[in-house]
């Protein structure tokens, strides 16, 4: 994707994945102030890790706790978190307004954080943060905001949510066993939207719990596009249409 994007704005330049070792990780960092590379992207299970190895954090990135990009202005690296802007830019293209509403999170990782960061700014008036990890769960609510919930306590209650999100990497049953059968029982005739930040899967229950219940269904390649734009703008200070970015998205 962004490589097309540079091509396509006749930018000079290359996107390419670095595998780094948990052990390497600021020497990775700091690899990017010796190669010159102008910014870079942090994902899964960097988002957190990676803070402590910035010269700086952008105010929204230091509230939610998560980075997912770098850029690069001489000699300091600065951290953003264009997650939670693209998670909010893709829900005012489902037109969903989220004021009053009752959300259910699934996940703790930095994409949860994320998630909640934007339903608690834009008012949601009741967000359920559930994982397994209740340590991390605890963490979001009292850095954030949100009622926390382990997945368990979901079986033997009745939850009410207008959005269900996923913030896990879990949506097909393989990957899951547990948490598709969890999924799959709970009650949400007040659901009006699914949406998986998840992409890309053969199989996933997240959306076929949608289908067959009638709730409108939106996957993570939205999110994706427009929080890519976000980052985009920062490395280059340019302004590309989000449907470029879907574009080149939906062409690879």
């Not at 070792?21 to 600021?26: F, K, N, S």
């Not at 706790?65 to 005012?92: C, E, P, Q, W």
């Not at 700014?121 to 979001?140: D, F, H």
């Not at 393989?174 to 939207?193: G, V, W």
Request: net charge negative.
């Amino acid at each position: 994707m962004f490589s097309a994007i540079l091509n396509r704005v006749g930018i000079k330049g290359t996107y390419v994945p670095f595998m780094v070792e948990p052990d390497q990780l600021g020497h990775a960092v700091q690899s990017l102030k010796v190669l010159n590379i102008a910014g870079a992207n942090v994902t899964v299970p960097y988002k957190e890790k990676v803070m402590p190895h910035l010269d700086a954090i952008s105010e929204g990135a230091t509230i939610i706790g998560a980075v997912n990009t770098i850029v690069r202005n001489g000699s300091r690296l600065k951290g953003y978190n264009t997650n939670a802007i693209g998670f909010m830019d893709a829900l005012n293209q489902a037109g969903f307004d989220v004021s009053g509403k009752s959300a259910l999170v699934f996940g703790a990782g930095g994409a949860a954080k994320a998630v909640v960061f934007i339903l608690n700014w834009l008012r949601a008036e009741s967000i359920l943060v559930a994982s397994r990890n209740e340590e991390k769960v605890e963490g979001i609510v009292n850095h954030i905001g949100g009622e926390g919930k382990s997945l368990e306590s979901l079986w033997d209650e009745h939850i009410s949510a207008n959005i269900v999100v996923n913030a896990t990497s879990v949506s097909s049953p393989d990957e899951s066993p547990d948490l598709a059968a969890l999924a799959a029982q709970l009650e949400l005739s007040d659901c009006e939207l699914m949406f998986d930040l998840n992409y890309g899967r053969r199989e996933n229950f997240w959306q076929d719990m949608a289908r067959s219940r009638g709730i409108q269904f939106m996957d993570g390649l939205p999110a994706l596009a427009y929080q890519a734009r976000r980052t985009f703008s920062l490395w280059t200070g340019l302004q590309v249409p989000p449907e470029e970015f879907l574009r080149a998205l939906e062409s690879t």
